[in-house]
C-alpha cells in the first residue's frame, strides 16, 4: 500500500534489537568473573554490540567485510559476532586447536580485516604468520589480556594489536547513525556467517550462510522445541566454530530471549553444569559417552535394597520414555509408579549431574550408539538425536518430541524436504540450505544441484519416514567430538617417508587418530624392526606438527603385509577399499584403541 513504511527485515541483528526493546531487563548471558556467575541484560548486550559494531566502522570494515574469531566461548565471542552482522558483515570462527597454518588459511581466505583473539598463545599464531596475512589491519585481544608492547624489529605494516577496551573506545569516531543505516539495509540474502568446514580434499572450504539462512532455522527451530522460550536456559561450551553451538547459544538465544552461560571451559564442564542447571542441553556423542560412563559407575557401587530401588526406578523411566516417543497414553498405573520413582530416585540422579531442570536434550554431530540414547531414558533424561550440517545451518531432520525413534535421526525438520537419490545419498532442501561456498564456485555447484542440497551422507527412510543414516559417501572422519577431518592429506604426508608403503587414517566416531601402516618391502628390509618404528614415528611427529590436535595421529600399527588387490585392500585402480580395511584389520585397530587414552 502506498505510503505504508517498508517492513522490518527479520534478521539475527534485528531480533537482538527488539529483545532489547522488549525484554530490556530480562538476562541475555552469564558469565564466571571473580568466582560467581555474573549477567547481562538483553539491554546490555545490545548496548556492547552496538559499541562494536561502531568500533568495527571505524576500523574501516566495511559492508560486507569479514572478522575473524579464534577463542574459546566468551561473551566477546557473541558480541562481536552480532556485530560483524550488524555492521553488514559476517564473522568467520576459527577452532582454537588450528595451527597457525591453518589459522593463517582460514584468515586469509576470508578477507578479514579484523580479528579478535582469546589470550596470548592464540595471538602467537597470527605473530607467527602474519607475512602471510596481507589484508589484516586489527588484532583484538579479549577481555583479560592486554597487548605485547612493540618488538624492536616490530613491522609498520603489522597489524594494530587492541586491548577490548581500546576496540571498544574506537567506536567513538564512527557515528551511530552509520551502524544503523548498515542494520536498515541488511538484506535477507546477504552472507551472516561463514563456517570454515572440512571437505574431501583440500583445506577447509567457507560455507556461506545468509540472514535468512539463519533467521528462518532459528525460528523453525524454536517452534519445533515448542516451549523453549524466555526463561530456558542453556550452556556454551561447544567450539562456537561449529554450527550446532552458534545456532544454540546465538541465534536460537535471540530468537527465544533464552539465557546463555558461558561454561568456563571444557574441563569444568561438569562442575559447570551442577552449578547452572540448563533447561537445555547440546552434546556431541563424545560427551554424552563421558557422561554416561560417569553416572554407570557411580550406579555400579550401589548395593542391596538402595540398588533394587534404582534397578526399578530406571525401569519405570524406561517404560515411560518409550510411550512419550510415540505419544502413547500412559496408564494411570505407570503414572503413579513413575511419580514415585521420580521423587525418591529420578530427581536426584539428575540433580547431582546439573540435568534436574533439563527439557530439551540434544545430540548430534557424528552417530550415537542406541544404548547410550536409552541409558539416558532410563534416567528420565530423553536424549534426542539430529542430524544436518553446516551447509543446512545444522538441522535436517530431528527425535521431536513424540515422534521420536532411537536408533535413527528422526522425521524431517518442517519446511525441509528431504528425499534419497538413486545411489542412496540423502538431498535436502529448503531455506536453511546454505548459499554456497565463498570463493568455491565449482564445490558449490557441486554441493547445490537443481536447488537440492547433496550431503555426502548415505540414508533412508523407514515406514513411519524416520530418517537413518547409513553411511558416508564422501571419505571424512567425524570423531567422537564431532569434527570433520580430511584422512587423505594427513595419509599422503605419511606416505611420504620411504618406508611407507600405504597409510590408512582410522577415527571414525573414535575419541582419537591413528593409522594402519604398511611397509614397503625393499626400504624396510635393510632396517631392523626397531628401527623402522622409530623411523615411522619421526615421520607421524613431523606430521601432527603441522595440523591440528584433533587431527593428529596419536598411535599407529605396522601391519605384517602389504595391500593388494587380491586379498581385498585394493581396487583394480589401486584406490584403498577403507570399508574392507577397517573389518580385516579389527583386531589391531581395537587395540591401539584399548591400550587406553593418550
Not at 538465544?253 to 547452572?276: H, M, P
Amino acid at each position: 500500500m502506498a505510503g505504508m513504511p517498508d517492513p522490518i527485515p527479520d534478521t539475527i541483528p534485528h531480533r537482538l534489537v527488539r529483545q532489547a526493546a522488549q525484554h530490556p531487563s530480562s538476562i541475555a548471558y552469564q558469565a564466571k568473573r571473580d568466582g560467581r556467575w555474573q549477567p547481562t541484560t538483553w539491554q546490555t548486550l545490545t548496548d556492547e554490540v552496538r559499541t562494536a559494531g561502531r568500533a568495527l566502522i571505524a576500523l574501516g570494515v566495511p559492508a560486507g567485510g569479514k572478522v575473524a574469531i579464534l577463542g574459546s566461548n566468551r561473551p566477546e565471542w557473541v558480541i562481536i559476532a552480532h556485530a560483524a552482522m550488524m555492521a553488514g558483515g559476517a564473522a568467520a570462527g576459527i577452532y582454537t586447536t588450528c595451527s597457525a597454518t591453518e589459522v593463517q588459511y582460514i584468515v586469509h581466505h576470508s578477507e578479514a580485516h579484523v580479528i579478535l583473539v582469546e589470550d596470548a598463545a592464540q595471538l602467537a599464531k597470527i605473530t607467527a604468520e602474519r607475512a602471510r596475512l596481507p589484508l589484516l589491519r586489527t588484532v583484538v585481544l579479549m577481555r583479560g589480556t592486554a597487548p605485547a608492547p612493540p618488538g624492536p624489529n616490530e613491522s609498520d605494516a603489522a597489524p594494530e594489536v587492541l586491548s577490548w577496551d581500546d576496540f571498544n573506545a574506537k567506536a567513538s569516531a564512527a557515528a551511530t547513525a552509520a551502524l544503523e543505516d548498515r542494520l536498515a539495509a541488511l538484506e535477507p540474502g546477504a552472507l551472516a556467517s561463514l563456517i570454515y568446514t572440512s571437505g574431501t580434499t583440500g583445506p577447509p572450504k567457507g560455507v556461506m550462510l545468509s540472514h535468512d539462512n539463519l533467521a528462518w532455522t532459528a525460528q523453525m527451530m524454536t517452534d519445533v522445541l515448542g516451549s523453549y522460550t524466555a526463561g530456558e536456559t542453556t550452556l556454551s561450551y561447544l567450539p562456537l566454530s561449529h554450527i550446532a553451538e552458534q545456532m544454540a547459544s546465538i541465534y536460537l538465544a535471540v530468537t527465544a530471549g533464552t539465557t546463555v552461560y558461558f561454561a568456563e571451559s571444557i574441563d569444568k564442564l561438569a562442575d559447570n553444569l551442577r552449578e547452572t542447571r540448563p533447561t537445555m542441553f547440546f552434546g556431541v556423542p563424545r560427551i554424552w559417552e563421558k557422561l554416561h560412563a560417569g553416572i554407570a559407575g557411580k550406579l555400579a557401587e550401589t548395593t542391596g535394597a538402595k540398588r533394587r530401588l534404582v534397578d526399578w526406578a530406571r525401569k519405570v523411566a524406561t517404560e515411560i520414555n518409550g510411550l512419550r516417543n510415540r505419544s502413547a497414553p500412559i496408564p494411570k498405573r505407570l503414572q503413579l509408579q513413575f511419580a514415585v520413582a521420580d521423587r525418591l530416585v529420578l530427581q536426584k540422579l539428575k540433580a547431582a549431574v546439573g540435568f534436574d531442570r533439563g527439557r530439551t536434550m540434544i545430540t548430534g554431530a557424528a552417530p550415537i550408539s542406541p544404548d547410550v540414547i536409552a541409558f539416558f531414558a532410563s534416567l528420565d533424561l530423553a536424549v534426542r538425536e539430529i542430524y544436518g550440517q553446516s551447509e543446512s545451518s545444522g538441522p535436517t531432520s530431528y527425535n521431536q518430541p513424540g515422534k521420536t525413534k532411537i536408533g535413527s535421526v528422526g522425521p524431517t525438520m518442517p519446511g525441509v524436504e528431504v528425499k534419497i537419490a538413486q545411489d542412496g545419498e540423502i538431498l535436502a532442501r529448503g531455506r536453511n540450505v546454505f548459499i554456497g561456498y565463498f570463493k568455491d564456485a565449482e564445490a558449490s555447484a557441486d554441493a547445490l544441484r537443481d536447488g537440492w542440497l547433496a550431503t555426502g551422507d548415505l540414508g533412508a527412510f523407514d515406514a513411519e519416514g524416520f530418517l537413518a543414516i547409513t553411511g558416508r559417501k564422501k571419505e571424512i572422519i567425524i570423531t567422537a567430538g564431532g569434527k570433520n577431518i580430511t584422512p587423505k592429506n594427513i595419509e599422503a604426508s605419511i606416505k611420504q617417508l620411504p618406508l611407507v608403503g600405504e597409510a590408512v587414517v582410522i577415527g571414525d566416531r573414535r575419541k582419537y587418530l591413528t593409522a594402519l601402516i604398511t611397509l614397503d618391502d625393499d626400504a624396510a628390509r635393510a632396517l631392523p624392526a626397531d628401527q623402522v618404528r622409530a623411523a615411522i614415528q619421526r615421520q607421524i611427529d613431523e606430521v601432527n606438527q603441522s595440523l591440528a590436535r584433533v587431527e593428529q595421529v596419536k598411535k599407529f600399527a605396522v601391519l605384517a603385509r602389504p595391500f593388494g588387490i587380491a586379498t581385498g585392500e585394493l581396487t583394480p585402480t589401486l584406490k584403498i577399499k577403507r570399508k574392507v580395511v577397517a573389518e580385516l584389520y579389527q583386531r589391531e585397530i581395537e587395540a591401539m584403541y584399548a591400550e587406553g587414552d593418550v
